[in-house]
C-alpha cells in the first residue's frame, strides 16, 4: 500500500511501532508529537519513521488525529537517547520516550491550553510589604499564594488556581490595590552579551589549588571527557561545578548544561547558589525539572529546555531524559547515590544514562562524589574516567571531623546506661554543644516512633494485614502504619490475641529519638526532619531553613539531612542503630552504610569550628568503622573492590534481574521457572549463569506475593543479547499479575 505514512511509538509494553495513514496539511517530521487513535482511546504517540508504503492491510490502518504544533520536534539525538536506553534496560521505545514528557505534553486535549498565551502575575514591593499583614490568620490558601508569589519570579495563573480556586478573583483585587503587576509569558531567547559571572560588589570565592586544577582540566576538555571529581565533605565540589559552568556558558552564549542531584529536598540550596551565581543571565535560564513540580510549571520548565532557552536545568534522575538541543556539559552531583536508579517502570541509571548521553554528544560529564560507587571508582582506576581530586576542605580553617566510636558493649559492661538507646557520652557531647550554642545533628535510618509493637505475654506482634512486614509504631498519630503500602490503623489498646494491656514498642525510630532528646537535654530545641514531617509542599525547604537560621539545637532525622546540606553551625553528628547494615544479605550493603556514614560525617564542622562524629556500634572494630574513623576511603574501596573481585560480583561481573509478582507465592515461582526453562536454549544461554527462582526479602507488598531469579555473565554483551533473545518467551508466559526485567539491579 502507497501514500504517506507515519511509524509511531506509543507508551504500551510492545517493542513495535505502529503504522498510521497521514493525511494532515502539515508536513509530518521524525520527533513530532501526534494524536493518534489506539484501540478504543486516542493517545499521543511520537513520530519515529516516515515511510510512503506500509506492510499492514489497508482496512486496519487508521490514520493520524492530530499535531502538537506548538512543540518542534524532537532531536535525532534525543530520539536515539530515548531507543539506546529502550534496547539496553528491555523495553519499548513508546515505554521510554513517552513517560520523559511532561503530563501536560501527553495529553492532546491540554495542548491549546498549554501553548496559549497564559496571565503570569508578579509581587511588586508594596504587596511584599503589606500583603502578609493584610490576609486573615486563618486564610490559608490565601497564604500559600502569597508565599508562591514571593518565592518565584512570576506566578501563571493555572498553578495559583492550584493552590487557590478563586485565584483569578483574588488577583483582580491585588492588581487593584496595586500589590501585584501582570507579567508575560514571552520565552526569552539567551543573550550573547549577558554576563554569566556576577559583576556586582561582592567577589568569587578564591579557589583552592585542587580546585583550580579541577576547573581547569573540565573546561579545558575536547569531546567526550568523563571526569571523577572525588572530594573529601566540604572541599567545594558545588564551586568547581559553577566555574566550570562559568566559563562553558561565557564561551558559548548558547550552550546548554544539565545538573543532576539525587533528591528533590536537595534542589533548593542548589537553585540558589546557582541564581546567585548566575545573576546576570535573563530570567528562564535556570530552570528545575523535578516530580515535585506542579504540572503546569514542569510542562513549562521542559519547553524552556527543549527550546534552548534555558540555558541550566537542575534536576532530579528524570531531567536525563529532558530535551536539551544545545546540552554541552552534565554534572552529576553525589554520583554514588542509589537515588539515581530508578525503581518502578522504565528502570533506568540516571548516571549511566548521563555517561551515555556525554558520549552520543562528545561532551563532558563531571561525576561527582566524596564517596563514589565502587562502579565509578573501577572505571577511574582502569583510566577510562579522569579523576580529580580535592583532598581538603576549601574554607581553610575547616577540618574534616575526628570520628570517635562509642562502644555499647564497653558501655554496657562499665555500668554506664543508655538512655532510650542513646549512650552517655552522646548525651554530655549533645548538652555540651547546647550550652556553646553550637547545632548537633542525630542520625537514625528509621522513621516512624519505633518499628515494633509486641505484647511480652503471648508474643504478638503487630503486622500489616496486606504485607509480610511489622507495621510501624507512630506515636504522635497515634497509629499503626505500613511503610510498604500505607495500610494505616489506631494503636490498640490492648493485645489483640491475649487481652493483655501491657504492649510495648521495640526499637527506635526518629520520633522516639526526639521525644527521648527533649527529656535528657533539657532547654533544647529539637527539630525532626524525615519523611513524615516533610509531607506537605514546601515543608522540607521551610524546616532546613530554621536549621540554617540558627533557631535549631539539635536536628534529628534519616537520610534526608545526610547528604549535600551546608549546615554552617552544625559541629557534632551522632549517628545511632547503624550495626544492622553490617550484616545485610546484600553485598552493596557495606558500601551504602560507608557512604551514608561519611556523608553524614560531613555535615560537622564546615564552617571552621571543630567538628567530630561520634558512631554508636557494638563492633568498634569492624573494618568498615576502622577505615571511616581514618577517612580512608581509598583504602575501604580497594579492599572492597578486592573482594567483589574474589567473590566474581559488580563491577567484574554484570546481572539482569526478572522479578514476577503473584496472587500467590507458587505462581511467581512457577513463572520464574518456566521463564528459566525458556532461556536455557537461547543462544548464548552458555555465557550467563542462572540462579535459582526465591521470594524476595519482602515477599508480600499489598497482598501480592513477589520472586526474583537473578542471571549474571561476565560478558555485557553476552547478557544482553540473551536478555533480547528472552522477550519473546517471556511476554508468552502466563499465570503472574505483573513481571519486569531490570538490568544491572542494585537490590540483589
Known amino acids: ?55 499492514v492491510p489497508a482496512e486496519k490502518l487508521r490514520a493520524v488525529t492530530a499535531v502538537c504544533d506548538g512543540c518542534a520536534p524532537l532531536s535525532d539525538a534525543w530520539i536515539a537517547l530515548a531507543a539506546f536506553a529502550a534496547d539496553y534496560y528491555q523495553r519499548g521505545l513508546g515505554e521510554v520516550a513517552l513517560p520523559a514528557l511532561p503530563q501536560a505534553l501527553r495529553d492532546a486535549s491540554r495542548w491549546n491550553r498549554l ?80 554576563h554569566v559571572l556576577p559583576t556586582g560588589a561582592a567577589p568569587l570565592p578564591i579557589l583552592t589549588d585542587e580546585q583550580r586544577d579541577a576547573v581547569d582540566a573540565i573546561s579545558g576538555a575536547q569531546g567526550f571527557a568523563p571526569f571523577l571529581l572525588h572530594g573529601v565533605t566540604g572541599s567545594g565540589k558545588t564551586e568547581v561545578y559553577l566555574h566550570a559552568l562559568a566559563v562553558l556558558l561565557a564561551a558559548r552564549p548558547d550552550a546548554q548544561a544539565l545538573v543532576l542531584v539525587p533528591e528533590i529536598n536537595l534542589t533548593p540550596q542548589f537553585e540558589a547558589a546557582f541564581r546567585a551565581r548566575f545573576s546576570a543571565l535573563a530570567d528562564g535560564s535556570i530552570v528545575t525539572m523535578h516530580s515535585g513540580l506542579a504540572e503546569g510549571e514542569r510542562a513549562r520548565n521542559w519547553l524552556a529546555a527543549h527550546t534552548g532557552s534555558a540555558r ?57 562524589s566524596a564517596t563514589p560507587s565502587l562502579e565509578t571508582w573501577w572505571q577511574a ?41 542513646l549512650a552517655g557520652p552522646l548525651i554530655a557531647a549533645l548538652k555540651t554543644r547546647v550550652e556553646r550554642g553550637e547545632q548537633s545533628l542525630v542520625f537514625l535510618n528509621r522513621r516512624g516512633y519505633a518499628p515494633i509493637l509486641s505484647c511480652d505475654a503471648c508474643g504478638w506482634v503487630a503486622g500489616c494485614p496486606r504485607c509480610s512486614a511489622y507495621a510501624v509504631l507512630h506515636k504522635p498519630e497515634r497509629a499503626l502504619r505500613c511503610h510498604h503500602c500505607g495500610w494505616e490503623s489506631r494503636i490498640p489498646k490492648s493485645c489483640p490475641d ?26 533544647a530545641r529539637v527539630l525532626r526532619i524525615d519523611a ?30 545526610a547528604k549535600g546540606h551546608d549546615f554552617r553551625r552544625v559541629t557534632l553528628v551522632g549517628v545511632l542503630n547503624a550495626d544492622t547494615a553490617l550484616f545485610s544479605h546484600d553485598f552493596r550493603a557495606s558500601e551504602r552504610l560507608f557512604a551514608q556514614l561519611t556523608q553524614v560525617s560531613g555535615r560537622a564542622g564546615r564552617a571552621g569550628l571543630p567538628g567530630e562524629v561520634m558512631i554508636q ?105 540473551s536478555l533480547r533473545a528472552w522477550q519473546p518467551a517471556l511476554r508468552s508466559l502466563k499465570g503472574v499479575l505483573r513481571w519486569n526485567v531490570e538490568v544491572d539491579p542494585l537490590d540483589v
Open 617 to 721: 556500634t557494638r563492633y568498634p572494630r569492624h573494618a568498615l568503622y576502622q577505615a571511616l574513623s581514618r577517612q580512608d576511603y581509598v583504602g575501604f574501596a580497594n579492599s572492597t573492590l578486592a573482594e567483589r573481585r574474589d567473590a566474581r560480583l559488580p563491577p567484574f561481573v554484570y546481572q539482569a534481574m526478572l522479578r514476577a509478582e503473584g496472587r500467590t507465592l507458587e505462581a511467581a515461582l512457577k513463572f520464574l521457572e518456566d521463564a528459566a526453562a525458556a532461556f536455557a536454549p537461547l543462544p548464548g544461554a552458555d555465557r550467563v549463569t542462572v540462579y535459582d527462582a526465591v521470594p524476595l526479602t519482602i515477599v508480600k507488598v499489598f497482598n501480592v506475593h513477589r520472586a526474583q531469579l537473578l542471571l549474571e555473565s561476565a560478558s555485557r554483551a553476552a547478557l544482553q543479547a
Open 381 to 421: 582506576e582502569q583510566g577510562r574516567y579522569t579523576r580529580l581530586t580535592l583532598t581538603r576542605r576549601a574554607v581553610a580553617e575547616a577540618a574534616l571531623p575526628a570520628v570517635k566510636l562509642i562502644d555499647l558493649e564497653e558501655e554496657r559492661r562499665r555500668g554506664r546506661a543508655s538512655v532510650e538507646g
Open 312 to 368: 541550566i536545568v537542575l534536576g532530579t534522575r528524570l531531567a536525563i531524559l529532558a530535551s536539551m538541543p544545545q546540552l554541552a556539559m552534565i554534572v552529576v552531583d553525589e554520583e554514588h547515590d542509589p537515588a539515581y536508579k530508578q525503581q518502578e517502570g522504565l528502570r533506568y541509571s540516571a548516571r549511566d544514562l548521563a555517561i551515555y548521553r556525554a558520549k552520543q554528544l562528545d561532551i563532558p560529564v563531571v561525576l561527582g
Open 115 to 194: 501553548f496559549a498565551v497564559e496571565p503570569r502575575y508578579r509581587l511588586l514591593p508594596e504587596g511584599r510589604a503589606q500583603l502578609p499583614d493584610a490576609l486573615p490568620a486563618r486564610a490559608s490558601a490565601l497564604r500559600r499564594l502569597a508565599e508562591a508569589l514571593a518565592e518565584q519570579p512570576s506566578l501563571a495563573l493555572s498553578d495559583a488556581r492550584a493552590l487557590h480556586p478563586k485565584a483569578s478573583v483574588t488577583f483582580d483585587d491585588w492588581l487593584a490595590r496595586g500589590w501585584i503587576e501582570t507579567a508575560t509569558t514571552q520565552t526569552v531567547e539567551p543573550d550573547a552579551n549577558a
Open 1 to 55: 500500500m502507497t501514500g504517506l505514512f507515519v511509524r509511531v511509538a506509543v507508551d504500551q509494553p510492545m517493542p513495535v511501532l505502529f503504522d498510521y495513514r497521514y493525511a494532515l496539511p502539515d508536513a509530518p517530521a521524525v520527533g513530532m508529537l501526534v494524536q493518534v487513535p489506539f484501540g478504543r482511546r486516542e493517545v499521543v504517540g511520537l513520530i519515529c519513521e516516515i515511510a510512503h508504503s506500509s506492510d
Open 532 to 561: 513524615d514531617s516533610t509531607r506537605r509542599k514546601g515543608s522540607a525547604q521551610a524546616l532546613f531553613s530554621d536549621v540554617h537560621a540558627g533557631e535549631v539545637d539539635i536536628l534529628v532525622g534519616t537520610q534526608m539531612i
Open 498 to 523: 491475649c487481652g493483655n494491656i501491657d504492649i510495648a514498642p521495640m526499637g527506635r525510630g526518629t520520633q522516639r529519638v526526639e521525644e527521648t532528646l527533649a527529656s535528657v537535654v533539657p532547654g
